[in-house]
């Protein structure tokens, strides 16, 4: 017998007598004035032009080619409509994005703020490609090489840290050493030194392709070691390797000359644990503390420049709308070598520069995660006060991540959601539900499309930023995930936690 449908439901009768919207574009819908302007340096291309109200998005994008003159080879972008201090996204076409909403009428003249999306497009991770067992105890750190999905580094509650090797997804090196648990690991941006901190109150350096320690630990700080950032390459002199800095439980933040093997500088101003370091791309230092404080440093001589006040609770995780950019170096999805100091450093400042560069200027954004419930964006080259105070979450924020574009803010945090937010003014876009405890931290696939969250609740999820809804759920893993990183070529996402194992997740 053949399955019948069951009867629609109560709620389906109702839905189904409601007035429907319908797609249809008017037939007598009039022309619009439009001018196009560059995100990144606010100059105009090809003046105000006369374009049909009913404009698609894919028809936007062959117009600004053909004035750009890169038609023979054109170049993906976003656009977005200036309205006031805000931008309106434009998706599938101009009437059902501004016109039919009311944003703008046909008589308005419009200005379209363009963004080069990236040229490769990431696809999202379906399955588990490899479940990797080797740590005695739970892993708390993971992390992709800068210039490949081919290595990874994990750093776990046994005292080790370990280096994967993803092609064959086997165990490559054990990095013994460390006394206590590896709270932190750190790949150098130009993927030849890693840096793990731990429990020990140690740092330790060792050679990412042979897997030995150089020298002995890094000592100096008096408790555990809760987070360690390297300098941006733009910023290291041709022929030096790049500097270290840690934050720590015993409130101070030291910078490490990693060649020499010495501390360099301490600043001490926190009253209590720092629980988070970036080194940004202007060489100024920025840390979060138990506090409430975020202290900015001057790199070069360790004066502290600003106290940002504002959290009434600890801060706990901050990012920088540069992270991703300061991350990769000189690298690009490729994961081409440069070929000298030079040419690595003028490389990684172009990457720099894409990201940073806002209306001409460079800006650098700072986003701080407390346990206040509430995120603070901060411009601090501009000021100490914040731009924009991001409320809505109804627990404590556990970690932020700025989109590799700088367009999009994401946050995890223990009311089992996912946040997202405008990069530029801290605007409040959506949530993203589906997990059902407490999200412990988020990764973005290098074209921002996509974003990966880990959880209490065992499972991964990857959200598709630009539909704000979920797209694929991964369970697999059998107890919580606390650590999750996605490579910047966009192949692998890997995941570790309380289950000890490791797992590798492709498309």
């Known amino acids: 017998m053949s399955t019948l449908v069951p009867p629609p439901s109560k709620r389906q009768r109702k839905e189904a007598q409601l007035p429907r919207e319908v797609d249809i574009i008017p037939k007598d819908l009039p022309n619009v004035l439009i001018k196009f302007q560059a995100s990144d340096t606010g100059e105009t291309v090809g003046g105000s032009i ?42 599938d076409n101009l009437y059902s994005s501004v016109l039919r909403p009311g944003i703008k009428t046909t008589e308005d003249f419009m200005t379209l703020v ?114 360690l950032c390297w300098e941006p390459i733009h910023l290291v002199k041709p022929g030096e390797s790049p500097k270290l800095v840690s934050g720590s439980k015993d409130g101070t933040i030291k910078v490490w000359d990693t060649s020499r093997r010495l501390c360099l500088m301490t600043m001490s101003g926190h009253k209590s644990s720092v629980s ?43 990012a920088l ?20 100091p030079e040419e690595e450093q003028k490389k990684a400042l172009e990457n720099y520069e894409k990201v940073a560069k806002v ?22 080259a501009r000021s100490t006060k914040p731009l924009c105070r991001m409320t809505g979450h109804q627990k404590l924020v556990n970690h932020v991540s700025f989109s590799p574009d700088g367009r999009y803010i994401s946050s995890a945090s223990f009311d089992n959601s996912v946040k997202l937010w405008d990069g530029r003014t801290g605007k409040f876009i959506t ?32 959200w598709d930023v630009r539909a704000r809804k979920l797209m694929n759920d991964l369970p697999g893993h059998s107890d919580e995930i606390y650590a999750v990183d996605w490579s910047v070529d966009g192949k692998r996402v890997a995941s570790g936690g309380k289950d000890k194992t490791v797992r590798l997740w492709m498309h």
């Open 321 to 340: 709308s540069t992270d991703y950019a300061l991350r990769v170096g000189a690298y690009d999805h490729k994961g081409e070598l440069p070929k000298s």
């Open 276 to 318: 988070c370091v970036k080194w940004g791309g202007t060489n100024l230092i920025y840390s979060g503390s138990h506090d409430k404080m975020i202290k900015v440093w001057d790199a070069d001589n360790g004066r502290c420049s600003q106290t940002l006040k504002a959290h009434a609770h600890w801060v706990n995780h901050l």
């Open 50 to 91: 006369r374009v049909p109200g009913s404009i698609s998005e894919k028809q936007l994008e062959e117009l600004l080619n053909q004035l750009n003159g890169s038609s023979s080879d054109p170049i993906p972008y976003t656009f977005a409509l200036q309205n006031g201090d805000e931008q309106v996204d434009i998706k």
């Open 359 to 380: 209306g001409g200027k460079i800006v650098e954004r700072l986003v701080s995660a407390s346990d206040d419930f509430t995120m603070f964006l901060w411009e601090p």
């Open 114 to 227: 363009y963004t080069p999306r990236a040229i490769f497009k990431v696809k999202p991770v379906t399955r588990a490609s490899a479940t990797i067992a080797g740590h005695g105890s739970t892993i708390l750190a993971v992390q992709f090489a800068p210039n490949s999905s081919g290595r990874m580094v994990t750093g776990a509650g046994d005292s080790t840290a370990r280096i994967w090797d993803c092609n064959t997804q086997t165990v490559q090196y054990t990095l013994r050493g460390h006394t206590n648990w590896v709270l932190c690991v750190s790949w150098s941006p130009r993927g030849d030194v890693i840096a793990t901190g731990s429990m020990d109150a140690t740092i330790r350096l060792w050679n990412a392709k042979t897997g030995e320690a150089l020298g002995g630990p890094l000592r100096g700080h008096s408790k555990w070691i809760s987070s």
């Open 431 to 462: 949530s993203l539900r589906g997990h059902v405890a407490p999200v412990y931290q988020t990764a973005w696939s290098s074209d921002s499309r996509l974003l990966v969250s880990c959880s209490k609740d065992t499972t991964l999820k990857v």
